[in-house]
Nanobody, 124 residues
Framework: QVQLVESGGGLVQTGGSLRLSCAASGRTFSMRAMGWFRQAPGKERDFVARITLSPGRTDYADSVKGRFTISRDNAKNTVYLQMNSLKPEDTAVYYC?????????????????WGQGTQVTVSS
C-alpha cells in the first residue's frame, strides 16, 4: 500500500499562487507516476497534471498549461504542483494520486492510490 498526504491548499485571490505538496509513504517503490486531479462542487473529477517518476515526463490539462507546473523530489517521495495566475474556475478540491503503471495517465481510473484532497479556493 501507498499512502498519500496532500498539503498547501487554501484561499487566494485571482492572479495569486499556491504550491501543493503530496508526500508518499509505504510501498513507494511500486509507483511509476503521480498525478493531480481536481473536483469542483457538482462536477466530475478532472485531470490536472501528471509526472512520471523516472525520467520525469510531464503532462498537463489544456486549462492549466502555462500556469501550473508539476515536479517531483524522488528522494523525498514528494510531488509538487505550483499553481500561478490562479482563476476562480480553479476552485476545487485537489487530489494527489499514484499509478503503479504508466498507461492512461489522464484518467482517474488508471490510478491506484489517492490522497484525501486539499481545498483550493480562488476568490474574484
Amino acid at each position: 500500500q501507498v499512502q498519500l498526504v496532500e498539503s498547501g491548499g487554501g484561499l487566494v485571490q485571482t492572479g495569486g499562487s499556491l504550491r501543493l505538496s503530496c508526500a508518499a509513504s509505504g510501498r513507494t517503490f511500486s509507483m511509476r507516476a503521480m498525478g493531480w486531479f481536481r473536483q469542483a462542487p457538482g462536477k466530475e473529477r478532472d485531470f490536472v497534471a501528471r509526472i512520471t517518476l523516472s525520467p520525469g515526463r510531464t503532462d498537463y490539462a489544456d486549462s492549466v498549461k502555462g500556469r501550473f507546473t508539476i515536479s517531483r523530489d524522488n528522494a523525498k517521495n514528494t510531488v509538487y504542483l505550483q499553481m500561478n495566475s490562479l482563476k476562480p474556475e480553479d476552485t476545487a478540491v485537489y487530489y494527489c494520486a499514484a499509478q503503479r503503471g504508466l498507461g492512461g495517465g489522464n484518467s482517474d481510473r488508471s490510478y491506484d492510490y489517492w490522497g484525501q484532497g486539499t481545498q483550493v479556493t480562488v476568490s474574484s
